[in-house]
């Protein structure tokens, strides 16, 4: 039996209008969709006209979920795996299921195709109009919560490019701080907030302005961190 295809597509940041043309004909064609959140997913599929049985796939989804959608593709129906918002398979569940989809066809030796639909990406488009980034970069995704925090801040902090986070508005005070520990006084931050939305902000300063202003923004959203200083600051911080 021919195996199905497992596609990843790109959806939305914010603007529905950046949805692109093949990621509507592939969302259409597939026997169903993957994604992180159905509501999230099912709004855009009913922006779109298009019904779709629907199948969650979070950071703590069982390995059994995950293995009845591979057996779904390997017994021949495509599916389409979409993260909130974004290209999947960066920082989200997504690159878990391709990985245990190619563990897969590596054991059985019948490969499962996995292919892109590329658009959106919160990265690439904070980067692009970030005035920091010339030939290359670091993304870090998000930095751990707890263990690990302070070393994984000191090991970035060491590099010689730029370094880009995501971060929450929950915590994003918290990680400037955190930073501005860690990196040279004079390090240089842009922040780019609810791209492609209505209320979208990018500013740019020393992290210390960056850090004093902050009551002047809305803390709303997900915000892509650009660090353009790679100077530790201390080499005296302990890890708890």
Sequence with gaps: MKQGILYIVATPIGNLGDITKRAIEILSA???????????????????????????????????????????ISDGENAAYVSDNGTPGISDPGQKLIQKSKIKSQNDGNEIQ??????????????????????????????????????????????????????????IERTLKD?????????????ARE???KFEEYWSGKIA???????????KGEFVVIIKNSKL?????IEN
């Design 195 to 197: 791209m492609t939305k």
């Design 30 to 72: 597939v026997d169903f969709v993957v994604c992180e959140d159905t509501r999230v997913a099912g709004g855009l599929l009913h922006h779109m006209g298009i019904k779709k049985e629907l199948i969650s796939l979070h950071r703590h989804s069982s390995e059994e979920k995950i293995e009845m959608v591979i057996r779904r």
């Design 233 to 237: 600051r201390s080499q005296n911080v």
């Design 114 to 171: 996995i292919i892109p639909i590329p658009g959106p990406s919160a990265l690439t488009a904070a980067v692009s109009v970030s005035g920091i980034v010339d030939k290359e970069f670091y993304f870090a995704g998000f930095l751990p919560k707890k263990k690990g925090r302070q070393t994984k801040l000191k090991e970035l902090s060491a590099l010689k490019c730029p370094v880009v986070i995501y971060e929450s508005a929950q915590r």
């Design 209 to 219: 302005d960056i850090i004093s202003g902050l009551k002047n923004h809305k803390i």
């Design 179 to 191: 930073i501005s520990v860690f990196f040279a006084a004079d390090t240089e931050i842009f922040i």
